[in-house]
């Protein structure tokens, strides 16, 4: 078969993102797209050319909860994601976002929640924010070297806090007028207009601002009145786009009312994605509730889906700065204290510690985390005697109860003892069941958040490996469930693989589908001032990863062009199939094209 092309992708086992079966087949790429998927050799002359023989060649992959807001300002291009395949993540989460809201109020939204460096969220945005609309916040990210490709829900928070204030929205006396409504209205429709997917709310309590002036005070959205939600929720369901939202989960039954907004009889479906499907050690039961409720609600003509990460819910903790915390009263009291001299005389306070264990012994009311000190391992600190035993075994050892064993350690050396415990996702079997439901979609990685606590960048590969080695699911369903699943019910451009497609892609080689994707490293973070992240390192597992027909990694670096020539883009929702950019182009690709 005679024709030019830029990149040809040579003899692999090729997954197009639908679920079919997969092939041996030849790519033939120009233009940013697809234009040949062969059973026979294809011409090479003049093409960067991959041997892709024994190796598997799928969409990338999509990620559908980031935290990336401030990270993508400063380092777009988001090489965390991409050299693990990724290649279109979405932001905006968790009714946070940076769309409207100014750098203080910014940083008071994510960084306590989201554990996101304060004084680089101030910076990012007194440095590079541009725009005061939706459509100026699209235009700024295609003016940034974008690696992946973005697209974004509006936050519910984000919206309050720019409309009534910051101080006003998280004022349980205030109520939003008339007028602020209509205004959340227009601007939640001309953030759809720009083409985001919809918008992200968040009802628990648990998540509070940072700051001074308002410490402590949960996010805006918490404060949303029913009328007002439905009025957004409203424009949602008018117009397909989606609503991702989080449960009031100290009120388990507000759960109901919010399934039956999904509902569509006589008003068509609301999208909803909710967090989140797990198997959490604390309740043990409740797994065998998600699935029939979604089920539920989707045979009444919703279109509701739970986010669910397919990977044990590893977290470490520096100290006590851990969001878990926030859970109960005497956590969330220590976590309101910013200076160490009074954070430390309340962790000695004998009345503080009653409370404590009292709330840590408690086995009522809704939690995620277990509260269970024999299950947190010391990691580092610098006693040695300690590194390696559980908080509940040095309490053993000091005859006294794991609590004060824990407060102990975390006032004598705070945040230099760094300590693991696993949430949840814990028992495989459990697992494999809950990444097989329908009514499930894969995500909720946090990636770009909470960069001292956890590491899920590379969580298809690990999918992958235990559909490849456990065989609970075939691998052609386990990919489109990371691929074209997300991308068809988000409405984006994004997680298929055929002629006509952009050549959004990676390239993986399964005799690497092993243990080294189930294992967590650090590298510094030079924009965040040299901070150390938790990352993923495996990179014989990605061969190359390719971004509109760009090589951006492999063969385990990084390539030029990552970071400093855009090759994604923002994806609209709805946009038409195969849609390149020609900026994302190279330059003599973009001189043809125009």
Not at 320 to 329: H, N, P, R, S, T
Not at 384 to 403: A, K, S
Not at 448 to 455: E, F, I, K, S, T
């Amino acid at each position: 078969m005679a024709m030019g092309f830029d990149v040809v992708v040579r003899g692999g086992r090729w997954f197009d993102g639908t679920g079919a079966a997969s092939a041996i087949r030849h790519l033939g790429i120009s233009g940013g797209r697809v234009v040949a998927v062969s059973a026979e050799a294809l011409d090479e002359e003049g093409a960067e050319v991959v041997d892709a023989s024994g190796k598997w060649v799928m969409p990338g992959f999509v990620d559908v909860h980031t935290h990336y807001d401030v990270e993508v300002l400063v380092a777009p291009g988001l090489g965390e994601s991409v050299r693990h395949g990724v290649t279109t993540v979405l932001f905006g989460s968790c009714s946070l976002g940076t769309v409207h809201v100014d750098p203080l109020d910014a940083a008071d939204l994510f960084s306590r929640v989201e554990a996101v460096p304060r004084e680089h969220v101030i910076a990012a945005l007194e440095d590079g924010k541009s725009w005061t609309s939706a459509a100026g916040y699209v235009e700024a990210l295609e003016r940034l070297p974008l690696g992946p490709n973005v697209t974004a829900f509006l936050g519910q928070s984000d919206l309050r806090a720019a409309v009534m204030g910051l101080g006003r929205a998280t004022d349980p006396a205030v109520k939003p007028s008339d007028e602020e409504v209509r205004r959340m209205e227009g601007m939640l429709r001309e953030a759809l207009d720009a083409g985001m997917v919809g918008m992200s709310e968040m009802l628990n309590p648990w998540d509070k601002l940072d700051g001074d002036r308002y410490r402590s005070r949960t996010l805006p959205s918490t404060f949303a009145t029913r009328k007002e939600r439905r009025r957004l929720h409203r424009i949602l369901r008018r117009s397909g786009r989606i609503l991702q939202s989080i449960p009031n989960l100290t009120l388990p039954v507000a759960l109901i009312p919010a399934l039956i907004e999904s509902i569509g009889i006589g008003r068509g479906a609301l999208k909803t994605s909710y967090l989140t499907a797990a198997d959490v050690k604390a309740n043990p039961f409740l797994m065998h509730l998600l699935g029939p409720l979604a089920s539920a609600v989707n045979r009444l003509r919703g279109d509701f889906r739970w986010q669910h990460l397919p990977v044990p819910f590893d977290i470490y903790a520096d100290g006590i700065d851990l969001v878990v915390f926030e859970e109960f009263g005497s956590g969330r009291a220590a976590l309101h204290l910013k200076e160490k001299v009074e954070r430390d005389a309340l962790l000695n306070d004998e009345a503080y510690r009653r409370r404590f264990r009292k709330e840590y012994e408690s086995r009522f009311g809704p939690r995620v985390w277990h509260r269970d000190f024999y299950d947190a391992h010391i990691v580092a600190c610098p006693d040695p005697d300690v590194v390696g035993r559980t908080f509940g075994e040095v309490g053993d050892l000091r005859g006294i109860h794991p609590v004060d064993a824990f407060l102990d350690l975390v006032v004598e050396h705070g945040t230099a003892i760094r300590w693991h415990t696993v949430i949840s996702n814990h028992r495989p079997k459990e697992l494999n069941k809950i990444s097989s439901w329908s009514g499930v979609q894969m995500g909720f990685s946090d990636a770009g958040a909470h960069l001292r606590n956890m590491a899920f960048y590379n969580f298809p590969l690990r999918l992958l490996r235990r559909a490849h080695h456990e065989g609970f699911m075939s691998i052609e369903r386990a990919v489109h469930r990371l691929t074209g699943e997300l991308g068809a019910w988000y409405g984006i451009d994004a997680g298929f693989l055929r002629e006509g497609d952009r050549a959004d892609l990676v390239i993986v080689d399964p005799a690497y589908l092993d243990e080294s994707v189930d294992e967590l490293s650090e590298a510094p973070v030079p924009e965040y001032g040299g901070l150390s992240r938790m990352v993923n390192r495996n990179d014989a597992t990605v061969v190359a990863t390719f971004v509109a027909g760009t090589r951006v990694f492999g063969a385990g670096s990084y390539a030029p062009v990552l970071g400093s020539r855009r090759t994604g883009r923002f994806l609209r929702a709805g946009e038409a199939r195969g849609t390149v950019d020609p900026r994302t182009l190279p330059g003599e690709r973009l001189a043809s094209a125009g």
